[in-house]
T-cell receptor
Framework: GENVEQHPSTLSVQEGDSAVIKCTYS??????FPWYKQELGKRPQLIID?????GEKKDQRIAVTLNKTAKHFSLHITETQPEDSAVYFC?????????????FGKGTMLLVSP | EPEVTQTPSHQVTQMGQEVILRCVPI?????FYWYRQILGQKVEFLVS????????KSEIFDDQFSVERPDGSNFTLKIRSTKLEDSAMYFC????????????FGPGTRLTVT
């Protein structure tokens, strides 16, 4: 089955700096890669996703890049703010005609210091 | 905005007891999932459900687990004889048919087995 590795496990940055979180996946058939943000005690919430037919996607301060050949994808957060502090999970799935099962990475705890 | 809801928010039970966790997916969603997250660890897939039957299940989802959609709105996860290691946050998620790939997560049920 799919295996998703995520690094780093913790990331501390100063407010205004950029943060980069990297993930690799094992199944070349995976074609959908979402990123979820989870605040303490809360549900995971989708912040951005990318499909395998696209190399990069951006939404304001958040961007995701995908390298299908190398089987890795990254989350980039620019101009970080204290409210970006949370655990971020990457995931991979094979989106077929219907459902898609998400395989998650182990998460990155991002701490943004004012 | 419609949300997935889950009840109860916290369930404490004794080892060996049966528990039923309840979820109400978003009304026009037809694919449903259960995930669990042991404290401090990643989110793990348990089972997916579509058209009143299990679509896929992980090795975690053994004979002690079952899912059901008893009516048009509820989606339940039953653990027949709970073990200490079942203590975790259980998330329900649902996905829209023909929509985006996004899985919408519920707020979770924290299960504590003593």
């Amino acid at each position: 089955g799919e295996n998703v590795e995520q690094h780093p496990s913790t990331l501390s940055v100063q407010e205004g700096d950029s943060a980069v979180i990297k993930c690799t996946y094992s199944d070349s058939a995976s074609n959908y890669f979402p990123w979820y943000k989870q605040e303490l005690g809360k549900r995971p919430q989708l912040i951005i996703d990318i499909r395998s037919n696209v190399g990069e996607k951006k939404d304001q301060r958040i961007a995701v890049t995908l390298n299908k050949t190398a089987k890795h994808f990254s989350l980039h957060i620019t101009e970080t703010q204290p409210e970006d502090s949370a655990v971020y999970f990457c995931a991979a799935s094979i989106k077929n005609s219907g459902y898609s099962t998400l395989t998650f990475g182990k998460g990155t705890m991002l701490l943004v210091s004012p | 905005e419609p949300e997935v809801t889950q009840t109860p928010s916290h369930q404490v039970t004794q080892m060996g007891q049966e528990v039923i966790l309840r979820c109400v997916p978003i009304s026009n969603h037809l694919y449903f999932y259960w995930y669990r997250q042991i404290l401090g660890q990643k989110v793990e897939f348990l089972v997916s459900f579509y058209n009143n039957e299990i679509s896929e299940k992980s090795e975690i989802f053994d004979d002690q687990f079952s899912v059901e959609r008893p009516d048009g709105s509820n989606f339940t996860l039953k653990i027949r004889s709970t073990k200490l290691e079942d203590s975790a946050m259980y998330f329900c998620a649902s996905i829209e048919v023909g929509g985006t790939y996004e899985q919408y997560f519920g707020p979770g049920t924290r299960l504590t087995v003593t």
